[in-house]
């Protein structure tokens, strides 16, 4: 074969989990390079946390993952743990802070994230080659796996794949690391969006688009999984950390329960403001526990008479009291891939070593980062994942 390169380890893509892994592979004097079909790496990365990149998170856990088999992520996480990462983060003086649940965001810029990831690259002699379309990835009987691009090919003992999911295909995503999987054999798991804003049914989000900017805290519920975070509502529906968290929970016809006085109890306060000022009317008690526009828009989804709080009768401080607390919702659906910060599903890890991420069934080739079925919480979370499982495949390949 003409121009093919001999390499130990090839990772296609350039994002957090392909650079982790080719950074920890040239630590073992692996000779590594890097193919991606972008023109820079880590472009995730660079718009994530607004701009300032959530790198990690104080409190990673196993139960803060999505995944089929809720103990697969757990060895890669002990292996190469947040503390490392932020060890890392520190050794390169990077200014960062916590912002709200063990939420480490840098102070300045998530390029200081990639510029860390690329020197630690360069110190382990990784080569890039950006703008490479992969045409065709084999196996041949001698163990090696071929590349071919529509620049080159390259001969490689370990082949590790970090080409991500669906989410955002504006930056690039592709389901690459899915049809490379089915091409050896593996099942891919279906795939949906997560940490996704909600859509409304056009009645109510006509209604709640005018009070749209308003950001409120609530605990959000479904299919037995709750977040107690802020909840936005936007001109195109639901968002914020709440909704994000919890969207990954929800499927299609599922009902969203919003308490939207979480650690109060509305029937208790008006019990109370009955004594103290009986005579405001409901809209402006309202507006003193939610932001005053809310408030009015209240009393017109939930069908309050708007008279002095003294005029309610019992039974329409009940159904005050379900609606503020049990607020249900059908979310019409999710605004999908294109907002998504993550993919649902994915590889199924079944076929995967949980301790090195290899194919069990084909040696040397490895799967990291959200291509496989394993999706994290909002809040660093999924970083993490790419370090972790980048981190073992790198000393794996
Ligand atoms: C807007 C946004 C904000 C986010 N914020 C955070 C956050 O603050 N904290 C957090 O933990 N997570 C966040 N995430 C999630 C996080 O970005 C991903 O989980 C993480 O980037 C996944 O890493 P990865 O390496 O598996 O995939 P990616 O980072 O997506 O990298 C995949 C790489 O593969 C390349 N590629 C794809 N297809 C091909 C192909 N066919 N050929 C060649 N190359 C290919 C891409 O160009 C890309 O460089 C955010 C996501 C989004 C979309």
Not at 69 to 93: M, R
Not at 220 to 241: K, Y
């Amino acid at each position: 074969m003409t121009n093919c390169e001999s390499v130990d380890v090839i990772v296609i893509g350039a994002g957090a989990a392909g650079l982790f892994a080719a950074n920890t592979a040239g630590k073992n004097n692996r000779k590594v390079k890097v193919l991606d079909h972008a023109k820079k790496p880590g472009k995730k990365i660079l718009i994530s946390g607004g701009g300032r990149c959530n790198f990690t998170n104080y409190y990673i856990e196993p139960e803060k993952y999505l995944c089929k088999n809720p103990h697969f992520c757990k060895s890669a996480l002990s292996q190469y743990t947040q503390w490392e990462f932020i060890g890392l983060v520190d050794d390169y003086n990077i200014p960062y802070h916590e912002k709200t649940l063990g939420q480490l965001f840098c102070d300045d810029s998530a390029k200081d994230i990639v510029n860390m990831l690329m020197n630690e690259c360069e110190k382990s002699n990784v080569s890039f080659s950006f703008q490479t379309e992969i045409t065709k990835v084999e196996k041949c009987e001698d163990g090696q796996f071929y590349v071919y691009t529509n620049k080159q090919s390259y001969k490689c003992e370990s082949l590790i794949v970090a080409t991500g999911g669906l989410s955002m295909p504006k930056l690039g995503a592709t389901p690459f690391a899915y049809k490379l999987a089915e091409q050896f054999g593996l099942t891919v798991l279906p795939t949906r969006a997560g940490l996704v804003p909600f859509t409304l049914d056009p009645v109510l989000k006509e209604l709640l688009s005018e009070v749209s900017g308003v950001s409120t805290d609530v605990t959000v519920t479904t299919n037995n999984m709750s977040f107690a975070e802020d909840m936005l509502i936007t001109h195109r529906g639901l968002s914020g950390p709440a909704i994000l968290q919890i969207s990954s929970y929800w499927h299609p016809g599922d009902q969203v329960e919003v308490n939207l006085l979480p650690n109060k109890d509305i029937e208790q306060l008006i019990t109370a403001a009955l004594i103290e000022q009986p005579n405001i009317s409901i809209k402006n008690y309202l507006s003193t526990l939610f932001a005053k526009r809310f408030a009015e828009k209240l009393i017109t989804l939930f069908d309050i008479p708007n008279v002095p709080i003294k005029q309610l009768n019992h039974k329409q401080i009940q159904a005050l009291s379900v609606n503020i607390h049990a607020w249900k919702i059908k979310p019409s659906g999710t605004e999908g891939y294109r907002t998504a910060e993550v993919t649902i599903g994915g590889i199924d890890t079944d076929h995967l070593s949980s301790k090195t991420m290899e194919v069990k069934s084909v040696s040397g080739l490895f799967f990291i980062g959200e291509a496989i079925d394993v999706t994290g919480w909002l809040g660093g979370y999924n970083f993490q994942w790419a370090w972790s499982s980048g981190w073992v495949a790198g000393q794996n390949a």
